[in-house]
């Protein structure tokens, strides 16, 4: 979808690209993984041939998530893995205004403190599904059997928190915050939206001279 003049640069092609690399990864690490644990859900395997192509695609993408997993957190750990205080414990206070009308939300930048929770999570519970997946998948003989078995109950542990996770994340990136899903898109976004739910990085932008808006064809810095 092509922005219209005014619109501001909000990601890069850069940025969308690791964002869906670890989306459609993990998506699909739910859906096989699912298949896999629970009988009543055998059939998805059923257009990968089976339980045993589920496990074939489950591991497989399990190489593409790490991987994307370790391109989001070198990317956004600086910006959306610190907390900046006051001003993000002030947002925690008011939920961003997102569950009750608040008179004033405090200013936040790039990223407000419940996407770098998000953020946070995924990478935390992310890492711990990726190391015990790789050892239930290679199951190495240096490994005590007993230290195996927790590897089951802790993968499906962050297997329940990203899911309900993602849920949130997919809730205030769509609905919930209109003017959001264009920055994930095409990586514009409408000034109005971005002085409402991310003032403090406007003015950054402003002040360093790196604020990019489209003006119908061409991209220029202000």
């Known amino acids: ?30 859906y096989t993984g699912l298949g896999m644990m629970f009988e009543s859900l055998n059939f998805l395997g059923v257009i990968m041939g089976g339980l045993k192509g589920l496990k074939v695609v489950h591991n ?18 600086r910006e959306a893995g610190i907390f900046v205080f006051p001003e993000d414990w002030e947002w925690i206070k008011a939920a961003g205004g997102y569950l009750w009308k608040v008179d004033h939300v405090a200013e936040v930048g790039k990223y407000n403190p419940g996407q770098k929770m998000f953020f946070l999570t995924v990478a935390l519970f992310g890492a711990l599904m990726v190391v015990t997946g790789f050892f239930m998948w290679l199951q190495p003989a240096f490994l005590p059997i007993e230290a195996l078995r927790w590897m089951y109950p802790l993968h499906v542990l962050g297997f329940v928190v990203i899911f309900a996770f993602f849920f949130i994340h997919l809730y205030l990136g769509t609905i919930g915050s209109p003017g959001s899903l264009p920055a994930m898109t095409n990586g514009w976004v409408t000034r109005a939206w971005l002085k409402k739910q991310h003032p403090k990085w406007l003015k950054e932008m402003e002040h360093e001279g790196t604020l990019v808006v489209y003006k119908g064809g061409d991209k220029k810095k202000v």
Not at 2 to 7: A, C, L, Q
Not at 60 to 77: E, P
């Open 1 to 30: 979808m092509k922005p219209k003049p005014g619109m501001i640069k909000a990601t890069s092609g850069y940025e969308r690209f690791v964002h869906w690399m670890l989306a459609i990864s993990c998506l699909l690490l739910c």
């Open 60 to 77: 497989f993408t399990a190489i593409i998530f790490t991987v994307a997993l370790i391109l989001a957190i070198q990317m956004w750990w």
